[in-house]
């Protein structure tokens, strides 16, 4: 019988790995984020939620690896609460709060008290805390210039406002020299005057401006989903265009100005939960992350397989060669054979490869190290690998596939290979064929 001293070792040793794991799996986004900007959204509803300390204790941690920090804030349900107070009710068309004199007040008041708030935590330094020795400099300034909205409709919005311009000398520079920049959603006139902005477009405009590596975006929901319910994790901005219509109010506000941004020039806007603890730490350095992440550039993609691929490829493919479902290659024949390799890459990672050799008759090749790394054996990648591979058969001329297999015949037999036998073979094939291995062969005939 296990004692409890037993059962508790284990536990520790099982959390400890567990951390180690993910400190190491961690570190190349630690590396590849710092020096980089990040443009973060938080909205009125996130800097009420319960969770926005941890948010801050996030966002502080990102400051000590290096990331550039520019912090946009709203405070939409803070400005709702002073106008209820206070009697009034706010006019609003087309999604945009008209913004009279009077309401204007209250948006400056709510504002305000949101922007010290927000520097008070990230001063925040208790000995015992997340943040002690942080040392987190913030600053906020006249860095956005705003015009009038106008009349649209018959109606003016008059001092609601949109952005003129973003001064991204002045920002660069407090980035430069260590300073989180906060921005509100407010704008000043070279008159003087203030207008109300709406949070995701002075978001979007400054990530744009300052050429941000990212803009993330903190919403209610985990992301965008599906209409059957399930999370988009990954989607082009051409792709979320096409399903913006299906998305619900708030998180339509957040997917435009995802898309926008992409178009724009970021290369990936992200949509976290804010009542998600850790939701920033695992979307930023987890492979997989936890929202929605639009990408303007190929986040995975299937390219032909280069010198620098030949370290992740021994690294997929070695655990099938020990298993020997794989031949063993060693790495001066992958060096042979690298231009004959198509990989599908992750990130940055490996996370698929396949070759495709061709026989001397010129009308046949052979499919070999068709892999997939466990991770990741979803969404039909080992399908898209076998489609790219017959694909690059067809514009070579060939005629036919064949694939030697020990383990998996039944998945090629799924998909039009049938079983030969090994006389059929080419003949340079042939003689190379290994009988001691006893592989099945199967052919597929290109249409």
Not at 322 to 328: D, K, P, S, V, Y
Not at 396 to 416: C, D, K, P, S
Request: hydrophobic share 40%.
């Amino acid at each position: 019988m296990k004692s409890v001293k037993d059962v508790t070792v284990r536990a520790v040793d099982k959390n400890r790995k567990e951390y180690i794991t993910f400190f190491r799996e961690s570190s190349p986004y630690i590396h590849v984020h710092r020096g980089r900007t990040f443009v973060i959204m938080l909205g009125g509803d996130a800097l009420a939620h319960h969770n926005l300390g941890n948010i801050i204790n996030d966002i502080a941690l990102l400051s000590s690896l290096g990331v550039r920090l520019v912090l946009v804030h709203g405070a939409r349900p803070q400005i709702d609460e002073r106008l209820k107070e206070r009697g009034l009710c706010s006019q609003w068309h087309n999604g945009r709060r008209v913004t009279d004199k009077a309401t204007l007040e209250h948006v400056k008041d709510a504002v305000g008290n949101m922007r010290a708030m927000i520097e008070s935590k990230l001063s925040l330094g208790l000995v015992n805390s997340p943040m002690h020795g942080a040392r987190i400099r913030v600053l906020s300034g006249n860095f956005v210039t705003a015009k009038p909205l106008g009349v649209h409709d018959g109606l003016d919005y008059q001092h609601t406002g949109e952005i003129r311009k973003i001064d991204k000398t002045a920002i660069q520079q407090l980035l430069d020299s260590g300073y989180v920049v906060l921005l509100p959603c407010l704008g000043l006139s070279p008159s003087g005057e203030i207008f109300n902005l709406d949070v995701e477009e002075v978001a979007t405009f400054t990530a744009i401006k300052l050429n941000a590596e990212k803009l993330i975006l903190f919403g209610e929901e985990q992301g965008i989903f599906e209409q059957d319910g399930a999370l988009i994790s990954r989607i082009s901005p051409s792709k979320a265009e096409a399903r913006i219509n299906n998305v619900n109010k708030e998180g339509r506000q957040l997917f435009k100005a995802a898309i926008m941004a992409c178009r724009g020039g970021v290369e990936r806007s992200q949509i976290i939960s804010f009542a998600q603890d850790g939701a920033l730490l695992l979307e930023l350095f987890t492979r997989d992350g936890t929202g929605t992440m639009i990408s303007r550039d190929h986040y995975e993609e299937i390219r032909s397989a280069s010198n620098e691929d030949i370290s992740g490829i021994l690294e997929l493919i070695r655990p099938l060669e020990r298993q020997g479902i794989l031949r063993r290659r060693s790495r001066k024949e992958l060096e042979r054979e690298i231009k004959l390799f198509s990989v599908i890459v992750l990130d940055g990672m490996i996370i698929g490869c396949a070759s495709l050799h061709p026989f001397s008759d010129n009308e046949s090749a052979e499919l070999a190290c068709v892999v997939v790394h466990p991770d990741y054996r979803s969404a039909q990648r080992g399908d898209r690998l076998l489609e790219h591979a017959e694909q690059q058969a067809r514009e070579l001329g060939m005629r036919y596939i064949f694939v030697l297999t020990t383990q998996t015949a039944h998945w090629f037999i799924e998909r039009g290979f049938l079983a030969v036998s090994e006389q059929v073979l080419p003949k340079d094939k042939k003689t190379a064929y290994n009988v001691k291995r006893q592989s099945k062969v199967f052919l597929k005939e290109l249409s």
